[in-house]
């Protein structure tokens, strides 16, 4: 499963051994926004316990402890249109919505899916991929979360690895990362894409799209 991460991801593995140390701190992590949705001054930032600001990309760890089960940190909620992402040009990278030549982006109608982004990851602009001849985009790993409950934007929840999608954008390799909240139903009995196109038809070819 980690491999699938990629070869930055993989050179973060000591946060494993601290893993539990980790999760405990960042379990008291909290969200708070600034100005207002919509606008391009909108924020979601993020503090621990102690009131210090931390990143979401930087100081939330990757690994949980358990095997194929990763925590991933959600910007876009299931069945909405702005699209919002982790601002990793930022001091403490807060969530924004995007702007492309001056103007906020949305996407053409609402995604079904919950899509976020891999903690202490990155795809590494340098690194080109031997079958996409591609290299990273130079953002954190992404990840379309299917499972059926709509997540809050901030959310962080450990998911279940499910598969990968290698996206070409702009000359840019992309990696989708499929996955599945395991406190979802259906977690239990998905455990590959093989899995998700016998039992969530549709739902490969609509990422895809």
């Not at 239990?188 to 549709?202: F, H, M, N, R, T």
Request: proline residues 8%; hydrophobic residues 40%.
């Amino acid at each position: 499963m980690r491999p699938a991460l990629g070869a930055a991801a993989a050179a973060r593995r000591p946060l494993a051994l601290a893993a539990s140390a980790r999760a405990r701190a960042f379990a008291s992590v909290t969200s708070h926004t600034e100005g207002e949705v919509g606008t391009p001054a909108y924020r979601m930032r993020f503090k621990d316990a102690s009131g210090k600001e931390v990143s979401p990309w930087h100081d939330i760890p990757l690994y949980t402890g358990k095997d194929g089960v990763v925590n991933a940190l959600f910007e876009i909620p299931k069945n909405t249109k702005p699209k919002m992402e982790v601002a990793t040009k930022e001091a403490n990278n807060p969530i924004a919505q995007d702007v492309k030549k001056g103007k906020l982006r949305d996407y053409h109608g609402p995604i079904f899916w919950n899509y976020g982004m891999f903690p202490q990851t990155w795809e590494d602009p340098n690194l080109v991929h031997s079958e996409t001849k591609c290299a990273g985009d130079n953002d954190p790993v992404d990840v379309v979360e299917i499972g059926a409950e709509a997540l809050p934007q901030g959310a962080v929840e450990p998911v279940k690895v499910l598969g990968t999608l290698a996206m070409i954008d702009d000359g840019e390799l992309d990696w989708k990362v499929i996955a599945i909240r395991t406190s979802d139903p259906l977690a239990a009995e998905l455990s590959d894409i093989g899995d998700v196109e016998a039992k969530c038809p549709g739902v490969i070819s609509g990422i895809r799209e």
